[in-house]
């Protein structure tokens, strides 16, 4: 546990305990003296929480700098969320009429007006919340739940009026008097629960929708029935309406437009609305288990197959899972089940961690050395090498590990990941050695970019295992993987009516349904599996239906139902049949979608008999299932929409005292899951409303998924980090907050959207200027780096060296040795794509040997990379320019050494990039294909798109070169397109002028030399130069046959290589003169002028350009 995490559990315990001992301190949390110290430092000094009480004890003293526990009160409980319809219904002229008649008699109508609209209310099954006088104010929803509320509140408004109609037979015999009603219905969401004291105790709804219903029934006319456009969107075709238009209720208030209910439809279900627009054809699961099946077959004949299992939430993707596991069960094989979740979507290799967790069978009470032995016989068993594997998976999974069994390997976070993945990869693979293989990889929309990884690797081998590999997710998800004879795709949709019928014959266990049940069942499904089974538990656990020996028989008449607008209504009306379970269940819901027994328990703050009791009633509800007993048990909600349903039914409220108080269960008693899983405390913390406490938990949780190279994963934890400090008032501690967040985002933000990528800039700006105010200076130079770097990219080249100069004339007032070469390599850079090759050479070597290998700080936070490898790569094609081949060549070779001992896959794939422009520089085209082909595969695996495009442009060079123009030319214009497809201007011109060279290759002057054209004027528009001499020889050389047009160029070359110093593009301009100077019949004059540049040259005999020059000056 580290220091942040220990002070704030001790501040948790010392804010509800008021007083606590430092000896019962030391003893909890086994800690020394010194951090006794540094904890009394910050929470009575620093913070000034609490005093100390005669060295012995701490006394809390805050009155409000720390979130105090909020208990639940009883009634708050019982309070909670509902969609609710609301009907109002008011008798028309009660003044008038009560004048016309006595007291008593006045009272008898009004008596007599009230039985009728309550005999109707509960005929709808509705709930009379108020008697207003002459008014009644009506709920359908609450405090029972019906699938179809809102169709229920239309039919009782009309049940009144006709019920009244009938009323007035018997009030005009004896009072001589008729009576008429004005109804208003309005849907909305409200807050239900008891309200009042004593004997004013009332169930009530507090929120916009009981008013509306109000307003709406005082617009309405006599006997009539008005509704709200949301009321009659959701009953839609029940009903025949006449449309009121837009109705203002008063100044400053959006007018509501309103539809006069007449009479009920003819229509009796949604399948009969619905058949007016047309339906998409329904089909069964046959035919997908079939597939299913016969990939099974060749999966266990050693033609591993890949399935993705596709369809919306309900459609029975579990359920066609779990036929298939059954298929598979009729012989021996091992089943791996991965399980992604919504909570982990930022948590790398989260569904194999579980996995692995369940399968190892840990107990909370396992030392590290049992965990480790389970670890240890798990792999064995797989026959995997232990000293190489165990330490990759123990890391994976946080466990300690003593190092005089394995001794402890200092590897790179880019290197440990990779060799974590590969190691997953061959524990997963070992399984197929043994017998077949049945892996479920559930909820892909839900996976974490790791996790997205590894199935990469895993799908690539797939055809040569034995497996079955079958992906489920929502339609959201959209296949990463190339179609191929192992991938098959499979889109679930709806049911058709027959196997409908046939599904609700199972869940009854072949009991008949009444047929106007089971009519009722299939047009209320629409097809979708979840809902034909939550809605047929719904109606055989009310009271609607007797069980016989044969089936099911009616007990009454069947209230017309119909398709719920959502699911959430009939899940309601299960939650609500719950009892004392109910609330437990809501609890449930808050932890997530799976979720252990320990951590409930520890949660809801029961003994175990009544814990477990609820926990038997919700599995025999089957709103959830159950693995394993108690203590150990774990349980997983059915269906996502169970856990949602039942999580915001609760209060917001109420959902902040959940998780407030899941949070510091977690952070108190679950300290592995706190050290491994900081964004599970923070998702807590943030959905409590403990912003200040959750925002260290996000930069933790960033911070860790960065150094695992888990960049998408760290962006999205940062990013929440940020958008919670936003809310909080600006002090200097929040400044402070906010800038380490900003510089810990820019570093994934580079890698992941590309270093020019717009979004990059406003971070690294915004940290600037808070170190400015702050008065940091050493991370106010990491902004101006990341601007820096930015700026490059951009192709702002005068506005990064102003901002590589101010960055260096810090670092020399600061005197850090670490800034400075930090400074030099960013000049070096700059000047290097400026065409200031001397200068630039100067930087890059001043930097790099200002560089200290044991030196950390700065690297890969900054430059979205290795700063070394970089400033090496750079140094070797600045001394290329300079006509230094050799020295050239040896700096590329310590740049890739550097890589191998400091893994880092955006390093690695920059420096092969560079590499292999060195070669084309060189003119060694095999070399250069072998470096772009690596820099493809890398980039591909991890989404770096810069460095694709750029790869995919030396590819192409190398085979135009090698004599295959026509792929090389498209390899050419694809890498082109892929790097116009970002925002990065650096370096554009060096791709353009390699297209140009090809087109050259050919002889295709006509493609060539607009190309040549485009890269000169995007030079000029970013005073890149370094490219300029041999992009303008480059058109002298397909002019050419045009002796006149072609000289100025080659003129033009000379001068600007010279210019630059750039002696290797200088000896290429006067080769191109030299042949020239041959076809005009003046060859002395170009010897003599290659002569001048050949000499200078003390190494590199060896390269192509040398040796055409020498062979060029032998042959004169």
Known sequence: MD????????????????????RALKVRFQFDDDVLEALKDEIIDAKRLAVDEKGKLLVWTATGAAAPVREIPPQAAREERRQLTVLFCDLVGSTALASRLGPEDFREVVRAYQASCSQVVQRFEGHVAQYLGDGLLVYHGYPQAHEDDAQRAVRAGLGIVEAIGALNTTLEARYAVRIAVRIGIHTGPVIVGEMGEGAHREQLALGEAPNIAAKIQALTAADTVAISEVTYRLTEGYFVCEDLGDRAFQAGVPPLRLHRVLNESEARSRWEIALTVGLQPMVDREQELKLLERCWERSRDGLGQVVLLRGEAGIGKSRLVEAMRDHAGREAYTLLGFRCSPYAMHSAFHPVIEAMQRSLEWRRDDTPADRLAKLERMLDVAQLPLPEVVPLFAALLTLPMPDTRYPRRRLAPAELKQQTVEALVTWLLAETEQRPVFAVWEDLHWADPSTLELLDLLIAQAPAVRALTLLTARLEFQSRWPSSSALTHITLSRLGQPHVEEMTAHLTKGKSLPPEVLRQVVAKTDGVPLFVEELLKMILESRLLRETADGYVLVGPLPPLAIPATLRDSLMARLDRLSSAREVAQVCAVLGREFSYELIHAVAQMDDATLQGALRQLTAAELIHQRGRPPRARYVFKHALIQEIAYESLLESTQQQHHQRIAQVLAERFSDVVESQPELLAYHYTAAGLTEQAIPFWRRAGERAAARSGNAEAIGHLGKGLQLLATLPETPERMQQELELQLALGSPLMIVKSQAAPEVEPVYRRAHELAERLGDRARGFAALMGLARFAISAGRLGAAREVAEQALALADQLDDPVLRWQSHLTLGSTGFYVGHLESARSHLEQGLALHRPDESRFQTFITAGHPQVLGLSQLANTLWLLGYPDQALQRNVEALAVTRRSPHPYTLARALYYAGLLYRRRREPAAAQECAEKVIALSREHGFTRWLGRGFVILGWALVEQGAAEEGLTKLRRGIDVCHSVADEVGIPGLLAALAEGYARIGDALAGLPVVTEAL???????????????????????????????????????????????????????????????????????????????WFTEGFDTGDLQDAKAVLDAG
């Open 3 to 22: 220091f942040d995490n220990l002070l704030m559990q001790v501040v948790d315990l010392l804010r509800r305990e008021g007083r606590v001992s430092y």
């Open 1017 to 1095: 004027t995007v030079a000029g528009r970013t005073r890149e130069a370094s490219w300029d001499a041999e992009l303008v020889r480059l058109r002298g050389e397909m002019l050419l046959p045009k002796l006149e047009e072609a000289e100025p160029c080659f003129d033009q070359a000379l001068v600007i290589a010279r210019g630059q110093r750039a002696r290797s593009l200088e000896l290429r301009a006067a080769l191109s003169m030299s042949r020239l100077r041959a076809l005009q019949g003046r060859p002395a004059d170009g010897r003599r002028q290659l002569t001048d540049a050949y000499r």
